[in-house]
C-alpha cells in the first residue's frame, strides 16, 4: 500500500468512527495530523458548501484537462480499491439489497466515461474558422438516491469533474453517511495529488430543507436529481436548467419465438441484482399466452421460486399499504431478501434463491408499482399486441426501460418504438443496456423525463462557440 492508499483508508475508517464535526487524526504521508471532516467537503451549510465549491471549480478549471483526467482515473481506481469496505458500509447503513452486488456496483464505475467523452466541433471556410467548445457550468446542485448513494455520487463525480464542474451534494438522508466517506476519500485524494480543495461539497445531514436551498441557489448553475417520483416533480418545477434521472417501472414482453432459457436467466439476472433496486430492473413481466407455460418452467429451471397467485396476492397485501387512492411500498421491503418475503407468506425460500415470481393479475400492484423487491408477476397476454399495450400502460410514461425477448425482427421492431423507452434492451438482462452484459458506458443516472438519456460528461456541459473571422483558415 503506498501513503495515499494508507492515508485514505484510515481517513474512511475515522470517518466513519466520528462522523461530525469533532476533529479526527488521521495517518498522512506526513505523519498524524488532525483534520475535520468539515474540512474535506462536509458541510451543514448549503451557502458553505456552495462557497467552497466555486472556489475549488475555478483551481479544477485552471488544473487542466491531463488533471481532471487523472481526477477521474484516481476515483475509479479509489472505488475498485475500496469496493469491499465502502459496499459493505453502505450496506450497513442503508439495509437494503444485497453486500454481494454493492460491491459489484462500485466495481463497475471503471465503465463510467471521463474526458475522452468531450468534444470539440470545427467549422472551416471561407469567412474563417470556428470552434464549438463543451464548457463547464460551473456548480452543479446534484441529489442522489439511496438505492446506490456512493456509485451514483461517484457515477456523476466522474462526469462532472471530467467536464470541469465542481458539486454540491445532497444525499438522502439514510444515504448519506456513506456518501460522506467516499466524498470525504476522493477530496482527501485530489487535495494530496493535485492541491486542489473538495471538489464534491457535500451536506451531512441532508433534509428536504437543504436539497430546497441547492434548487434556489444562485451560485448554482445546474441541477442534476436522480431519485423517485417526488424529487424528479420538484427539479422539474425549478427555473434553472434541471437534468433529472427520474423513476422506472420496467416492463419486459416474452413472445413465442423467445429462447425461454436465455429469458429466465436474464429475467433473474436483473431483476434480482441487488434485490431489485436498479431503477432499471425487470419489474413486472408480459408473456403471450401460448408460451405461457414454457415460460414460466424455464424460470424454474433457472433457480427462480415460484409463488402461486394468491401467495402473490397475499405478498402484495404484506408489502404495500393502500394510501388515499394509491398503492404505496412499505419502506422495510424494500431491498428484502427473497427468504424475507417468502417468511411473509409461510413460505420456506431455500437459501441462495435470487428471485421469486408468480402469475398475477393486473391488480396485484407489484404490477403498477415500482416495487424495488426480487419478486416479478407473470401476466398472461392474449397475443403479442396486448402484450406489448400492457407493457406501454404499465411503463406509465416514465420513457425508462424497457425489455423484450424475441427473435422476431418485426415484433422488437414493433414493441421498440411503440414503447418509446429510454433504454430498450432486446434478449439480455436489463443491466445490458449499462455496459453489464451488452454494449455500452456505464452511469448510475439515467436522465429520462429531460431526454439526456445515459448521463456522460457532454451531459454537464455547455457549448461556447469561439469564432475567428477571415483568418486562420490554413488551406
Ligand atoms: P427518493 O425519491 O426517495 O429520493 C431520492 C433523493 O431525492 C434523495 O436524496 C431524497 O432525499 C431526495 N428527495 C426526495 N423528495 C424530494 C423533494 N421533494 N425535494 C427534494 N429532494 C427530494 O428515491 P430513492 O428511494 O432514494 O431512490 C429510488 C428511486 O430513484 C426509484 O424511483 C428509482 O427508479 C429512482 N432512480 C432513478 C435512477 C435513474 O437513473 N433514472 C437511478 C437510481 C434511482
Same mark, same amino acid.
Given at each position: #500500500?503506498?501513503?495515499?492508499?494508507?492515508?485514505? !483508508?484510515?481517513?474512511?475508517?475515522?470517518?466513519?468512527?466520528?462522523?461530525?464535526?469533532?476533529?479526527?487524526?488521521? @495517518?498522512?504521508?506526513?505523519?498524524?495530523?488532525?483534520?475535520? =471532516?468539515?474540512?474535506?467537503?462536509?458541510?451543514?451549510?448549503?451557502?458553505?458548501?456552495?462557497?467552497?465549491?466555486?472556489?475549488?471549480?475555478?483551481?479544477?478549471?485552471?488544473?487542466? %484537462?491531463?488533471?481532471?483526467?487523472?481526477?477521474?482515473? %484516481? +476515483?475509479?481506481?479509489?472505488?475498485?480499491?475500496?469496493?469491499?469496505?465502502?459496499?459493505?458500509?453502505?450496506?450497513?447503513?442503508?439495509?437494503?439489497?444485497?453486500?454481494?452486488?454493492?460491491?459489484?456496483?462500485?466495481?463497475?464505475?471503471?465503465?463510467?466515461?471521463?474526458?475522452?467523452?468531450?468534444?470539440?466541433?470545427?467549422?472551416?471556410?471561407?469567412?474563417?474558422?470556428?470552434?464549438?467548445?463543451?464548457?463547464?457550468?460551473?456548480?452543479?446542485?446534484?441529489?442522489?438516491?439511496?438505492?446506490?448513494?456512493?456509485?451514483? #455520487?461517484?457515477?456523476?463525480?466522474?462526469?462532472?469533474?471530467?467536464? !470541469?464542474?465542481?458539486?454540491?451534494?445532497?444525499?438522502?438522508?439514510?444515504?448519506?453517511?456513506?456518501?460522506?466517506?467516499?466524498?470525504?476519500?476522493?477530496?482527501?485524494?485530489?487535495?494530496?495529488?493535485?492541491?486542489?480543495?473538495?471538489?464534491?461539497?457535500?451536506? $451531512?445531514?441532508?433534509?428536504?430543507?437543504?436539497?430546497?436551498?441547492?434548487?434556489?441557489?444562485?451560485?448554482?448553475?445546474?441541477?442534476?436529481?436522480? !431519485?423517485?417520483?417526488?424529487?424528479?416533480?420538484?427539479?422539474?418545477?425549478?427555473?434553472?436548467?434541471?437534468?433529472?434521472?427520474?423513476?422506472?417501472?420496467?416492463?419486459?414482453?416474452?413472445?413465442?419465438?423467445?429462447?425461454?432459457?436465455?429469458?429466465?436467466?436474464?429475467?433473474? $439476472?436483473?431483476?434480482?441484482?441487488?434485490?431489485?433496486?436498479?431503477?432499471?430492473?425487470?419489474?413486472?413481466?408480459?408473456?403471450?399466452?401460448?408460451?405461457?407455460?414454457? %415460460?414460466?418452467?424455464?424460470?424454474?429451471?433457472? !433457480?427462480?421460486?415460484?409463488?402461486?397467485?394468491?401467495?402473490?396476492? $397475499?405478498?402484495?397485501?404484506?408489502?404495500?399499504?393502500?394510501?388515499?387512492?394509491?398503492?404505496?411500498?412499505?419502506?422495510?421491503?424494500?431491498?428484502?431478501?427473497?427468504? &424475507?418475503?417468502?417468511?411473509?407468506?409461510?413460505?420456506?425460500?431455500?437459501?441462495?434463491?435470487?428471485?421469486?415470481?408468480?402469475?398475477?393479475?393486473?391488480?396485484?400492484? +407489484?404490477?403498477?408499482?415500482?416495487?424495488?423487491?426480487?419478486?416479478?408477476?407473470?401476466?398472461?397476454?392474449?397475443?403479442?399486441?396486448?402484450?406489448?399495450?400492457?407493457?406501454?400502460?404499465?411503463?406509465?410514461?416514465?420513457?425508462?426501460?424497457?425489455?423484450?425477448?424475441?427473435? @422476431?425482427?418485426?415484433?422488437?421492431?414493433? #414493441?421498440?418504438?411503440?414503447?418509446?423507452?429510454?433504454?430498450?434492451? &432486446?434478449?439480455?438482462?436489463?443491466?445490458?443496456?449499462?455496459?453489464?452484459?451488452?454494449?455500452?458506458?456505464?452511469?448510475?443516472?439515467?436522465?429520462? =423525463?429531460?431526454?439526456?438519456?445515459?448521463?456522460?460528461?457532454?451531459?454537464?456541459?455547455?457549448?461556447?462557440?469561439?469564432?475567428?473571422?477571415?483568418?486562420?483558415? %490554413?488551406?
Amino acid at each position: #500500500m503506498n501513503n495515499q492508499e494508507q492515508l485514505i !483508508g484510515s481517513v474512511v475508517q475515522e470517518v466513519l468512527r466520528q462522523l461530525g464535526p469533532q476533529q479526527t487524526v488521521v @495517518n498522512t504521508s506526513a505523519g498524524k495530523v488532525a483534520v475535520s =471532516p468539515l474540512g474535506l467537503g462536509v458541510f451543514n451549510d448549503v451557502d458553505q458548501a456552495v462557497d467552497q465549491a466555486t472556489r475549488s471549480q475555478q483551481q479544477l478549471v485552471a488544473a487542466g %484537462m491531463e488533471v481532471r483526467s487523472a481526477i477521474c482515473d %484516481m +476515483f475509479k481506481q479509489l472505488s475498485r480499491q475500496n469496493a469491499q469496505q465502502w459496499g459493505r458500509i453502505e450496506f450497513e447503513e442503508t439495509k437494503i439489497g444485497r453486500l454481494d452486488h454493492k460491491i459489484v456496483k462500485l466495481e463497475l464505475l471503471e465503465a463510467v466515461p471521463g474526458v475522452e467523452f468531450l468534444r470539440t466541433a470545427a467549422h472551416s471556410g471561407d469567412k474563417g474558422v470556428s470552434f464549438d467548445e463543451a464548457a463547464p457550468w460551473g456548480v452543479i446542485g446534484v441529489i442522489i438516491p439511496v438505492t446506490h448513494s456512493i456509485p451514483t #455520487m461517484t457515477s456523476n463525480a466522474i462526469s462532472m469533474i471530467a467536464a !470541469g464542474n465542481a458539486m454540491v451534494v445532497n444525499p438522502h438522508p439514510s444515504g448519506a453517511k456513506s456518501a460522506v466517506v467516499g466524498a470525504v476519500a476522493y477530496n482527501l485524494a485530489i487535495k494530496e495529488r493535485f492541491n486542489i480543495d473538495p471538489l464534491i461539497c457535500i451536506i $451531512e445531514q441532508p433534509t428536504l430543507r437543504s436539497a430546497e436551498e441547492i434548487f434556489k441557489h444562485e451560485g448554482i448553475a445546474l441541477l442534476a436529481a436522480t !431519485g423517485g417520483p417526488g424529487v424528479a416533480r420538484a427539479a422539474l418545477k425549478q427555473p434553472k436548467r434541471a437534468i433529472v434521472a427520474g423513476p422506472g417501472n420496467p416492463p419486459v414482453v416474452v413472445d413465442e419465438t423467445a429462447n425461454f432459457d436465455n429469458a429466465a436467466r436474464s429475467i433473474i $439476472e436483473g431483476a434480482a441484482f441487488d434485490n431489485n433496486l436498479l431503477c432499471i430492473g425487470e419489474k413486472e413481466v408480459f408473456v403471450v399466452s401460448s408460451a405461457f407455460d414454457a %415460460m414460466m418452467d424455464a424460470m424454474r429451471r433457472a !433457480g427462480a421460486v415460484q409463488l402461486t397467485t394468491q401467495q402473490a396476492d $397475499e405478498l402484495a397485501k404484506e408489502v404495500f399499504s393502500y394510501e388515499k387512492d394509491h398503492y404505496a411500498v412499505k419502506k422495510q421491503y424494500v431491498g428484502a431478501d427473497t427468504h &424475507v418475503l417468502g417468511q411473509l407468506v409461510d413460505v420456506n425460500i431455500p437459501v441462495g434463491t435470487d428471485l421469486l415470481y408468480a402469475e398475477t393479475d393486473e391488480s396485484n400492484p +407489484f404490477v403498477s408499482e415500482e416495487q424495488m423487491m426480487p419478486f416479478v408477476p407473470f401476466l398472461r397476454a392474449a397475443d403479442f399486441d396486448r402484450a406489448v399495450d400492457l407493457a406501454i400502460k404499465y411503463e406509465h410514461g416514465f420513457g425508462h426501460t424497457a425489455v423484450i425477448h424475441s427473435s @422476431n425482427l418485426d415484433h422488437i421492431t414493433q #414493441m421498440g418504438r411503440a414503447v418509446n423507452t429510454t433504454l430498450f434492451v &432486446v434478449n439480455g438482462p436489463s443491466t445490458a443496456c449499462l455496459g453489464a452484459g451488452g454494449e455500452g458506458y456505464a452511469s448510475y443516472s439515467i436522465a429520462t =423525463p429531460t431526454g439526456e438519456g445515459v448521463t456522460n460528461p457532454l451531459t454537464f456541459t455547455r457549448f461556447r462557440r469561439v469564432a475567428v473571422a477571415g483568418a486562420l483558415r %490554413m488551406v
